[in-house]
């Protein structure tokens, strides 16, 4: 699910026990290896190990400068101190390992794919001083003078803190993987030391999952073209000379459609003072965005319920995110009215590529994976796609075969991306993601360090009881 959606995985240690830095490992290798990596897991494991077991040194050298009464930050008493820290530590290691654990000072990897990329973190918090950054970062540049690990320890004369040269060997299996002292940051900020690996992600993969995307939407016989009534009003909608009072009395033709429209504009997600009882009242209440939005929700609902009727939990997540979205668009975009009136479409549908996969039937799955073969794919590719991988693309791709609006399509692509979305879009992208992972908040399945800090940021949520509020709320009014 991490994968899929792009949200962070952090797991954090106080003491880091040789059983959490395996685990730590196997957690990072599966997360390679479901990305189509395997050839960087040696490497990353080794540069892992390497890099959690110096953030959890630089904690215990904070507490034993604190017992010693030295200050850190004082080159005196810096050196002074690091004459016996490494000797004293290793020899009251347990002493030390349990003072962290009561200081609160923490040890933690986060592993995220996002745009592309992979990112790599260790974070602790005990942010460097001046002189060990300037170390590390010394340590940095001269790995770039070596070709080789036999060279880095032969020419190493200074053995104080280790030399560095856990550092030097890390930046040379980097380069193994092509990878250059760019892909490999070292930062401080709030408090913590954060050090930072960044990998391209596969691009075969990237390639191989769009091409079999576009494949897998141009032969879905199955799914139907939109109904013919409703591109007909929708003609007629984008038609600036048509009048709303014909666009009224075209939809209240359709018994069917009319009906369908006065129970979505009646629901609880539109919160109505009184009931809407007409077309013409509707299309007045809600404008012409609004009823457009509208028929495309309801088009959309009765092709796919039609051909998969039975997938309640899909629907249920689809109707949810929905209505989330538009009250979250009402309370946080009061000012932005066309982000209000696209919300609850946008909602509905942001899982489109998901719903479809839902309603694949065995000849177009065979059809997929005639293509994979044919294309020289691997068929893991086809599997990847039909667990979520990549629903996004497909979603927003049925959405254009639809002809929807473009903003539609592109909420719908990005939804797990909002920061990859358009500056048009990016507030009701914002709004979608928001709504999506606050579902899966509820269910448990994410935690509040999963969200994307920029759109927590966007909404003014700045602490998880904040969000806890929020969600209480919409689930309330949801089940009402």
């Known amino acids: 699910m991490a994968i899929r ?13 040789r059983e959490m830095a395996e685990y730590m490992e196997d957690v990072l290798s599966a997360f390679l290896t479901e990305l189509d990596q395997p050839h960087m897991v040696e490497y990353l494991r080794y540069c892992l190990n390497e890099l959690v077991t110096n ?52 040890v933690k990897l986060v592993i995220q794919t996002r745009n592309n990329k992979i990112k790599i973190e260790v974070r602790n918090n005990s942010e460097m001083t001046f002189a060990e950054y300037k170390r590390v970062h010394d340590k940095m540049s001269r790995a770039q003078q070596y070709t080789s690990v036999d060279q880095a320890m032969n020419q190493i004369i200074d053995q104080s803190e280790g030399a560095g040269l ?39 993969t990237q390639k191989d999952l769009s091409v079999v995307s576009h494949e897998f939407v141009s032969i879905i016989d199955s799914l139907p073209q939109f109904p013919d009534n409703i591109m007909k009003i929708n003609r007629l909608l984008n038609d600036s000379n048509s009048k709303m009072s014909e666009i009224a009395m075209l939809i209240s033709s359709d018994v069917s459609l009319t009906t369908d429209l006065l129970k979505l504009v009646n629901s609880a997600a539109f919160a109505l003072a009184s009931p809407c009882r007409s077309i013409a009242d509707a299309v007045k209440m809600v404008g ?99 667990a979520g991988v990549n629903h996004g693309e497909v979603g927003s791709l049925i959405a254009e075969k639809w002809n929807f609006p473009d903003v539609i399509s592109s909420v719908i692509r990005n939804h797990h991306e909002p920061d990859a979305a358009s500056p048009e879009t990016k507030k009701l992208t914002a709004v979608v993601y928001l709504s999506d992972m606050i579902t899966h908040y509820q269910d448990g399945e994410v935690d509040f ?18 969000l806890r509020r929020i969600s209480e709320r919409l689930k309330a009014a949801f089940e009402k």
């Open 288 to 386: 012409l965005r609004g009823i457009r939005n509208m028929l495309i929700s309801v088009g959309s609902m009765n092709g796919l319920q039609k051909l998969n009727p039975n997938d309640k939990s899909l629907w249920d997540h689809a109707y949810k995110v929905a209505f989330y979205s538009y009250n979250l668009a009402r309370n946080f975009c009061s000012d932005d009215r066309s982000v209000i009136d696209d919300a609850y479409v946008c909602g509905l549908l942001h899982d489109m590529g998901k719903l479809v996969f839902a309603t694949l039937l065995p000849e177009t799955a065979s059809k997929v994976k005639g293509v994979c073969a044919a294309k020289g794919i691997s068929s893991d590719i086809f599997e990847k796609l039909t």
């Open 166 to 204: 856990g550092i030097i060997i890390m930046i040379l299996m980097l380069e193994k993987i092509g990878l250059t002292e760019e892909n490999f940051q070292v930062i401080c900020e709030n408090g913590e030391t954060i050090t930072r690996i960044i990998l391209p992600l596969n691009e075969k």
């Open 55 to 106: 953030a959890k040194k630089a904690n215990t050298k904070r507490l034993f400068f604190r017992e010693k009464g030295l200050d850190i930050y004082n080159n005196e008493d810096y050196a002074k101190g690091m004459e016996t820290c490494k000797e004293e530590t290793l020899n009251n290691l347990k002493y030390y390992l349990g003072l962290q654990k009561q200081a609160g000072l923490y």
């Open 5 to 17: 959606a792009g949200i962070p995985l952090s797991i954090t240690t106080y003491t880091l026990p």
């Open 449 to 466: 360090y999963q969200f994307d800090r920029d759109v927590l940021d966007l909404f003014k949520i700045a602490s998880e009881d904040q």
